[in-house]
């Protein structure tokens, strides 16, 4: 990973702007298949067929559907259940779990769908579809494939008990939530679960929801098995596609107007236009259609046999422009069919961009998409992992790939300005999420006297080192591992669990804190420990308040970690980026030599980096100068004071820094921090003053 250029004053189409770029070693693990035509990740969750509740966490194209069809046969045939019965969000998703013969690669068996149970496929009404699935429950036949919204129809009208001695595969299963008045899956999920009578498969490449609010409840998620795979397992080992840009472009004026300063014409794009809605809209969304087309060329017409719009560029080329905007659904479901048409699956030059609105996100596949072009911020960080997810697929002559979200700067009128400061803010928590995602998954050890090398990790030219903090790197499994002095360690399994396949939500969830967010990019007072361990402290407590403080503090201290380590290895790999060093190993000699530069990585330094400098950094080569400041001033004059929640919080920590140091902190300190500790100590006491003021008031 290397960091941002400066932006030219004026971008050529199609220019790198400021953006995560992130290199891989393109391997070609991810598509090598073992002797039963398993890819790794597919293997990998096999090897866990047996688990009766079993989480797959994997992205888009590491075969998540193919695995579950593997495991499912095992289920049917040697694990004694009856049927199994597939739900997906939406019915294009359906065909990924077609027949297929899986026999030809090595599988013991085929995976065979009669068509009558594919009812993604099936005309008819929700009613119809529902009969069906009872009639399925009384069949012989094995395989059944339906919406979301079918299979919770099929419980209400049913009940959980008809579905006993069955496999539930729930696909996107971050459409879930917890919240059972308002998400009726999740409650159903839940009494399935309750009642202990079905297995269940959950498969997911974005295992968290953009309001923030858990997709399980704690009791029903620790019965879950998790397989995770990385983003950074499946694109280092591709065979291509080696290079990976996320970024954003703030304009002003007209989206329209600044369009080809980020549109490459040559790249096949997929184009994303403004909600209704949102600010970035004209309210016409054909208009904007017609917009895109004219900038790019000459309108020839369209093409009968696909429905795709014909452009003839200025060079002299013709482009072919997939419209999913398009509300006249003969029209529509006649582009989708083309785009879809099994026999162009493998031709580059099929189409050239699509442009689309709701469409085009959600496991739509077009291998040869090299650039998502989002005009306007989406409604929630997971919407903007499956656009991103359009452009990581491995395709032939495929060397790079990017994402840009192109967002109105703000304007003078206040509530523009803060709706443009909001979105702002959310542009820049996808990218610095999507930058976690990206890079090899950390692990943390406390570092002790009799510390050791664990075995498979290499720790780079000069090996192991008993007397400092190590950092290891396993490439098999895309893992660092880092030794941290003073790194608390989780009691239980579930936070040892979460410490170890979950941070990327505990950071989701930072990462959507408007508070944090903003104090961390715009107060220049802030000590950083006011997010590091107070916002994210009081993050981990919300998200996990049945877990002991131990526990928390444990999740805490690694989610900051990696967030931090993220930022700071990124930095130290682009003052390196002149060297002689292989491009996909950038980032990890950059943990590296942050680590070794330290000399003594230890809790307290890592919560003393505010996690958003570099980000700001990058914010501030984006954005015009005048409205950066605007934006400064409004974010400033949000200054919250002290609370009693944060208050607690400090005094837990006076007590900490009491047990270390044999003294309270002092409100004089040189050390800010330790001046913030004081005064949480001082507001508690004042306000236990206060109430006992009160209370010898009433008695009087």
Wanted: hydrophobic share 40%.
């Amino acid at each position: 990973m290397t960091g941002s250029d400066n932006m030219p004053d004026k971008v050529k189409a199609g220019a790198d702007i400021p953006a995560i770029k992130v290199k891989y070693a393109a391997t070609g693990r991810t598509h090598q298949v073992d002797e039963l035509g398993m890819r790794p990740m597919q293997a990998r969750a096999y090897e866990r067929r047996g688990e009766q509740y079993l989480l797959i966490k994997s992205p888009p194209a590491s075969g998540k559907s193919r695995a579950l069809m593997f495991i499912a046969l095992d289920k049917l045939r040697h694990q004694g259940l009856k049927q199994a019965i597939i739900a997906v969000p939406e019915r294009s998703i359906g065909a990924s779990f077609n027949s297929l013969p899986l026999s030809e690669n090595g599988f013991w068996a085929d995976w065979e769908v009669n068509p009558r149970w594919n009812l993604c496929e099936a005309p008819g009404t929700d009613g119809s579809k529902v009969k069906a699935v009872g009639e399925f429950l009384n069949s012989d036949d094995e395989v059944l494939i339906c919406t979301h919204a079918t299979f919770r129809f099929a419980v209400e009208q049913f009940g959980i008990e008809v579905f006993d001695e069955r496999l539930i595969a729930i696909d996107e299963f971050h459409h879930v939530s917890a919240d059972t008045d308002a998400n009726v899956l999740g409650r159903q999920l839940s009494e399935l679960i309750a009642r202990n009578r079905v297995h269940m498969v959950a498969m997911t490449g974005s295992y968290f929801r953009g309001d923030a609010i858990p997709i399980l409840l704690p009791e029903d998620e620790e019965k879950f098995e998790t397989v995770t795979f990385t983003y950074y397992e499946q694109l280092n080992g591709y065979t291509w596609l080696k290079e990976l840009h996320i970024g954003y472009y703030f304009y002003s004026g007209r989206w329209m107007d600044e369009l080809l300063a980020v549109l490459d014409a040559d790249e096949k794009t997929i184009i994303h236009i403004p909600h209704v809605g949102s600010r970035e809209s004209t309210k016409d969304k054909y208009a904007e259609v017609d917009a895109i087309m004219n900038a790019l060329g000459e309108w020839l017409g369209v093409d009968e046999a696909t429905g795709f719009h014909r452009v003839l560029r200025p060079d002299g080329r013709v482009l072919k422009i997939a419209d999913l905007v398009e509300d006249d659904p003969a029209r529509r479901d006649h582009v989708v069919r083309a785009l879809r048409d099994p026999a162009q699956q493998d031709n580059r030059d099929h189409v050239d961009i699509i442009i689309a609105l709701g469409m085009a996100k959600e496991g739509f596949d077009w291998i040869w998409c090299e650039h998502a072009l989002t005009i306007g911020y989406r409604s929630s960080l997971t919407e903007v992992v499956q656009i991103i997810g359009r452009t990581t697929r491995d395709a032939p002559g495929k060397t790079r790939a990017r994402f840009t979200n192109l967002i109105a700067e703000p304007d003078a009128s206040q509530d523009v300005v803060t709706e443009a400061v909001n979105d702002t803010l959310k542009a820049i928590a996808a990218s610095l999420l999507m930058e976690q995602v990206l890079v090899p998954r950390f692990e943390f050890r406390p570092k002790r006297p009799d510390s050791g090398p664990e075995k498979g990790f290499d720790y780079g030219p000069g090996g192991y080192d008993p007397e400092g903090c190590n950092v290891g790197f396993n490439e098999e499994r895309g893992t660092l591992l880092v030794e941290v002095k003073g790194l608390a360690e989780p009691k239980s399994e579930e936070a040892r669990k979460i410490c170890q396949e979950d941070l990327h939500e505990v950071v989701a969830s930072f990462l959507q804190d408007r508070q944090a967010m903003q104090r961390g990019l715009f107060d220049e007072n802030l000590m950083p420990q006011e997010i590091t361990i107070e916002r994210m402290g009081k993050i981990v407590r919300d998200k996990y308040p049945h877990l002991d403080e131990e526990d928390r503090e444990a999740i805490r201290q690694r989610a900051v970690a990696a967030l931090n380590l993220v930022q700071q290895a990124k930095q130290v790999a682009a003052a390196h980026d002149g060297e002689q060093v292989e491009a996909n190993t950038a980032f990890i000699d950059g943990v590296r030599r942050f680590v070794m530069d330290v000399r003594e990585l230890d809790v307290d330094l890592i919560d003393a980096v505010n996690p958003f400098s570099e980000a700001y950094s990058i914010l501030a080569k984006a954005m015009n100068e005048e409205r950066l400041k605007r934006i400064h001033e409004i974010i400033t004059a949000k200054r919250l004071s002290m609370d009693l929640e944060e208050a607690r919080l400090l005094a837990r920590r006076a007590l900490d820094f009491k047990k270390r140091h044999g003294r309270l902190p002092e409100m004089n300190a040189a050390d800010p921090w330790e001046r913030r500790m004081a005064e949480g100590v001082a507001y508690l006491a004042r306000l236990k003053r206060e109430q006992e003021r009160q209370r010898n008031a009433e008695v009087e």
